[in-house]
């Protein structure tokens, strides 16, 4: 089974966000970069379970500067065998599925593997992508995923129950959670990763097709507001009038 998973470089969810140029450019001085968790929790240790059960090669990917190195090289430790970085800053989700499209389409794999989303931009977008530049099937969301010979099983949640898929391989789905346990990688896989090939190729040239025009943060929470346990007037009438969820 040789299976390429996407990851992605996010921010630690203890960071502080702030935009420069106008709110029109996310601020990244500071800033402590992870894997997108359901790209790492989910997807590649699935990946790397499956592989550890059946044997093949787990790759991981990403569209990325130099500062995606320190990540990959997380992903290495966890166990993935290699890694790819197609060297350019993606301006779009559009720019990463055509890139790493570009890059899978004549190397046979078996199936893509990637988070449902990232935690920065929750837009679940480079998957579906993906699949139809690779012209493949698309599973998404998808919760439990087992292999056998040719055929991929998955699982994913709908209203009211869940949804159980049978697809022919090659194929790419996005993982969410359930799909595997969180793994810390070893003083051995840390050792390892480091000499652990990873390959930086040259971008096709995908052109953006979106464009960022502002970011804007959340309005800030009210304060909390502390009701006697006596009082079940003025509780009732706080829900009632301001929270409004009776």
């Known amino acids: 089974m040789k299976i390429l998973v996407p990851i992605s470089k996010v921010p630690d ?17 500071g800033i402590q970069w992870i894997v997108n968790p359901y790209d790492e929790w989910y997807a590649l240790v699935r990946a790397l379970e499956i592989v550890e059960a059946g044997g093949g090669s787990v790759t991981v990917i ?19 065998n290699d ?15 055509k ?10 794999f078996d199936m893509v593997l990637l988070g449902k989303e990232t935690i920065n931009y929750n837009g679940s977008e480079v998957g579906g992508m993906l699949a139809e530049f690779m012209n493949l099937p698309y599973i998404s969301l998808a919760s439990k995923l087992d292999v056998n010979g040719g055929t991929a099983t998955l699982e ?10 049978e697809v022919k391989l090659p194929l790419v789905a996005s993982a969410s959670k359930g799909m595997a346990e ?3 990688p070893n003083m051995r896989g840390i050792m390892a990763a480091r000499t652990k090939p990873l390959t930086i190729v040259a971008a096709s040239g995908a052109q953006a097709k979106t464009a960022y025009v502002k970011y804007g943060l959340p309005a800030a929470k009210s304060a909390v507001k502390l009701v006697d346990p006596e009082n079940m007037d003025e509780l009732v009438r706080l829900l009632h009038e301001e929270a409004k969820s009776i």
């Open 13 to 29: 969810t203890t960071s502080k966000i702030a935009f420069t140029d106008g709110d029109s450019k996310f601020n990244e001085e």
């Open 182 to 184: 969180q793994r810390i």
């Open 83 to 97: 890694a790819v970085r197609i060297d350019v800053n993606p301006a779009d989700s559009y720019v990463i599925a």
């Open 156 to 165: 994913r949640s709908i209203e009211g129950g869940v949804e159980v898929v």
């Open 62 to 80: 990403n569209v990325g500067d130099a500062t995606s190195d320190p990540v990959i090289r997380k992903a290495l430790a966890l166990g993935a």
């Open 99 to 108: 890139e790493i499209a570009a890059y899978a389409a004549d190397k046979g």
